[in-house]
């Protein structure tokens, strides 16, 4: 975890506090990893908990090829939305089976972050800021649990919560219900809504995400309700109508203006590093780290999406295998290899694809060739990579500026307008209004499509001659609708569209999908495992190691089959592609 050196350093992202971490008031003389009430102010402790909140989301860069994936995975530590990303097909996962590849030692980092970083930060903060009457202070910490804790339960099903962080008078907290814990969180969000629209003594010297406009805070609670309503949707008879309400109340993120997304300045590279996580980690002297998934490259090239530019860079064309390109052992070894009988069988693609896009198939654990200046990366949204303008570049090895893109400067999407559009699409279709499913499609598609497009100003040095033009936009969102409303009769058909542009959409945050695929089982498309039996597909994730070792209260789960409390869908056969 972060010391406080980098805590202080968040402050200094936007540059408004000038603190300097030799400060003698913030020695730390006990745990250095954390902070402590006798060693900073509230606006100290609410810098750690918003940086923790986005870390819990997205990740951290390490460097270390080992760290978390093996054999050339992606290459950052923990961030929830890579666990959920690797098994919605968002990024490659690179193990021939399900059991191994998540186990209970692989979310220690991020249980231990929840828990000693966000929720012990906020429970210190809480009395500083009564007694100052900070009252906004505590409505973004309100907030911040509040998305922890349903985010923990979406994971990991019951978690401690009310006995949590009372230490030392409750040494082993009990678990609470994943349903008990959803209501905690709405409370929450309503104690929240009331500190936003309140008169404090002062607002805070850094509010990362909105500035201390909070206006935008309320309606982003209202859309984290949604968001709690719809993931209820299938145990909560009323959910429907809640989340129809706030609708009404046109208080919610409805615009990409109010879009709550964590802002990565970039550019700096140590001490902190401001870069996008993904970032870091990419762009460096012996090139990418992280590999593309094969399954959304494919899907994007072949329906001509206009985000695919903004999504991934090619460092060449030449990709072994493809297009007239002769195999290579070396590089790609399945350049060589026939593919297996069920991705024949599917009609899946494999290995690698045409017009360089090298990337990895879900399930591939063939290890990591010297392919670093050569595979696909991430491009300019949401990493701030390099847009993709054919110039078929090494990242690291170029002299021109532009190989290092937008520096990193990127975003992590937390709850955006266009993510409460495609909620809007999935109610609709739940509740068999196909043509209104359709509508919300589009403005999904057309709100998240224009800001992919945005982040291609921040590579300075890109050729936007290559950018998808206005009619180009247009031609794919309409045949996108069209082969919906062409599916009429069709649910599963229907399903599948919805989904797949859910999840190309989502770039970024594989919470939302994996949440989504378990709701659901869409889409069917999913490219399988490599291994025809890679076992039974994670419905939540093991309780971390040390959760279990260390507290009698918390026994570990037989196998990750067990269901969280809003995921009533069938034990087996679900969902549709492992």
């Not at 290899?337 to 069988?345: A, E, G, I, S």
């Not at 945005?454 to 082969?483: G, K, M």
Request: one cysteine or more; charged letters at 20%; proline letters at 7%.
């Amino acid at each position: 975890m972060k010391n406080i050196s980098t805590y202080i350093a968040s402050a200094l992202l936007v540059g408004s506090l000038m603190v300097s971490c030799e400060s003698t008031e913030l020695d730390l003389t006990e745990d250095p990893n954390f902070l402590t009430p006798q060693q900073a102010s509230p606006d100290f402790f609410l810098n750690a908990i918003q940086e923790d909140f986005a870390r819990q989301i997205d990740g951290e860069a390490t460097g270390d090829p080992q760290d978390n994936f093996t054999s050339g995975g992606n290459v950052t530590e923990d961030g929830l939305s890579v666990l959920g990303g690797e098994l919605t097909r968002l990024v490659p996962y690179s193990s021939r089976d399900y059991r191994s590849g998540f186990q209970d030692i692989d979310v220690d980092d991020e249980w231990d972050n929840a828990y000693r970083g966000i929720l012990f930060d906020i429970r210190n903060m809480e009395p500083l800021a009564v007694e100052a009457g900070l009252t906004r202070h505590l409505g973004i910490a309100q907030f911040i649990e509040a998305y922890t804790i349903v985010t923990l339960v979406d994971f990991f099903g019951d978690i401690p919560y009310t006995e949590a962080l009372q230490a030392p008078e409750i040494l082993n907290p009990s678990l609470d219900s994943g349903a008990s814990v959803y209501e905690a969180a709405l409370s929450l969000l309503d104690q929240a809504i009331a500190n936003f629209n309140s008169t404090p003594s002062s607002n805070p010297v850094n509010d990362y995400f909105y500035g201390n406009d909070y206006e935008k805070w309320v309606k982003a609670a209202n859309t984290l309700k949604l968001k709690i309503y719809v993931q209820t949707r299938l145990v909560d008879a009323s959910a429907a109508a809640s989340f129809n309400a706030i609708i009404a109340s046109d208080n919610y993120i409805m615009d990409t203006a109010d879009d709550l997304d964590w802002f990565w300045p970039g550019t700096s590279a140590s001490q902190p590093d401001t870069r996008h996580p993904n970032y870091g980690v990419n762009y460096a002297s012996a090139g990418a780290s992280a590999y593309t998934s094969n399954w959304m490259a494919n899907l994007m090239d072949n329906t001509e999406d206009p985000r695919l530019r903004y999504y991934f860079y090619r460092q060449t064309i030449n990709v072994p295998g493809q297009s007239g390109f002769p195999p290579d052992e070396e590089l790609l070894t399945c350049s060589l290899q026939t593919p297996p009988p069920h991705y024949v069988n599917g009609g899946f693609t494999f290995c690698a694809l045409p017009n360089g896009y090298w990337g990895r198939d879900h399930g591939d654990d063939e290890g990591g060739p010297p392919d670093g200046l050569l595979k696909t990366t991430v491009g300019v949204y949401p990493a701030g990579g390099r847009f993709d303008d054919d110039s078929f570049e090494a990242i690291a090895q170029s002299i021109n500026p532009a190989s290092f893109g937008a520096g990193g400067t990127g975003i992590t999407p937390i709850l955006d307008a266009f993510m409460v559009d495609f909620w809007r699409a999935e109610m609709a279709l739940a509740a068999n209004q196909p043509g209104t499913a359709a509508t919300h499609l589009q403005n999904a598609l057309t709100k998240q499509i224009a800001k992919a497009q945005s982040f291609a100003a921040n590579d300075l040095n890109a050729d936007l001659s290559f950018a998808p033009s206005e009619t180009d936009v247009n031609n794919f969102i309409d045949a996108t609708i069209i082969a919906f409303n062409d599916a009429a009769g069709d649910i599963d058909a229907q399903w599948d569209i919805l989904a797949e542009q859910y999840f190309v959409s989502h770039y970024g945050n594989g919470i939302e999908t994996y949440n989504f695929y378990r709701r659901t089982g869409y889409p069917s498309t999913l490219q399988p495992n490599r291994e025809p039996d890679p076992g039974a597909f994670p419905r939540s994730m093991y309780y971390p190691n040390q959760a279990v070792t260390s507290n009698p209260n918390i026994t570990q789960k037989p196998d990750q089959t067990v269901t969280v409390f809003w995921d009533t869908n069938p034990a087996s056969g679900f969902p549709f592609s492992n």
